[in-house]
């Protein structure tokens, strides 16, 4: 299978394209019927683009995000019998930004297990689940320096809900080292409290990796499921966040609340702890907090399942297929 991976080519913080392409390349080398070649929709002319298709001739095009979306209509034109797909990477928080591209597309790939029934059967398109997965060169086991070792560690943006949740745990914190990374906290209610334990700007992955391997306890807060306006339909989200796989890779412990599609990832209670609510959060923070071993050996558990089956190689094998079964079935 010949694939033309169309993305934007913008760095981002999360580096996802890079460790997709990165996963893609290394298939390529060691699978004898995948070759890939990509475009990138902001840094090369439409020129190359031609090119590409002209003398790669793919079997499939897959656009990477709705930036390179702009493309389409030269994809179409240019490779008319060649199916193309669009790969989401943010639903359902995003969803209005991807509707009105759907008609445009022959397939769709969404790393929400939520959004399937809407792509399928609201706008009767194919429709396949990938979830995000980890970058283990990034994220890994280490020994960190104290500045970056806590008792309990969060490292995001600032939505409402965990703004909401992050004040109520202010109690609870209270004489135990936190350290809380990201844009927005300032809007806590009690930010004067922790605001020596606020590092107040984002951070690439190789220092989220140290203060993760530095934390006793890393909390997985998931955003809420219309934070931005953007999910008029309030379709659920279902599949866990990209860094539930970077917490675990770095063998660290994490409390993460629950979405339902953990289960099907991990061995829940005894690879991951989730939490249902904030008195169920409390309660697991004092326990796990003064049971090490526990906590140690569900963090390893955790670590090795991610490393078998939470790879971004692992999940760039799993499109491949993805892809091969629908070529097939349209043949």
Wanted: hydrophobic fraction near 35%.
């Amino acid at each position: 299978m010949r694939l033309l991976l169309i993305y934007s080519g913008m760095k981002t913080l999360s580096r996802l394209g890079e460790n997709v392409i990165g996963a893609f390349r290394r298939l390529e080398r060691s699978l004898g019927n995948f070759h890939i070649q990509t475009y990138y929709s902001k840094l090369e002319s439409r020129e190359k683009l031609f090119q590409r298709i002209r003398f790669f001739h793919p079997h499939i095009i897959l656009v990477f995000c709705k930036e390179a979306h702009a493309v389409n209509s030269d994809i179409r034109k240019w490779a008319p019998k060649v199916p193309v797909g669009l790969w989401v990477v943010n639903d359902p928080y995003h969803i209005q930004d991807y509707e009105w591209m759907v008609p445009y597309y022959d397939f769709m790939v969404t790393q929400d297990s939520g959004c399937l029934p809407f792509y399928r059967d609201r706008r009767n398109k194919p429709a396949f689940h990938l979830p995000l997965a980890v970058n283990p060169t990034h994220y890994f086991p280490g020994n960190v320096k104290r500045d970056y070792q806590s008792d309990v560690c969060f490292v995001g943006s600032a939505w409402s809900d965990r703004i909401r949740l992050m004040d109520h745990l202010i109690p609870l914190l209270s004489g135990k080292k936190v350290i809380i990374v990201g844009e927005g906290w300032e809007k806590l209610k009690h930010y004067s409290r922790l605001k020596k334990s606020m590092i107040n700007r984002n951070i690439p992955p190789s220092e989220t990796a140290r203060y993760y391997n530095g934390a006793k306890i890393v909390l997985n807060i998931h955003r809420p499921l219309n934070d931005i306006n953007k999910n008029p339909y309030h379709l659920p989200a279902c599949t866990p966040n990209n860094r539930t796989f970077d917490i675990a890779a770095c063998h660290s412990f994490q409390l993460v609340s629950r979405r339902r599609d953990l289960g099907r990832l991990y061995r829940l209670g005894e690879e991951i702890i989730t939490y249902k609510n904030l008195k169920d959060l409390k309660q697991k923070i004092d326990y796990y907090l003064i049971h090490d071993k526990q906590r140690e050996e569900i963090a390893g558990r955790a670590y090795r399942r991610t490393l078998r089956d939470h790879t971004y190689t692992v999940r760039m094998r799993q499109l491949i297929h993805i892809m091969h079964r629908f070529l097939r079935s349209r043949s």
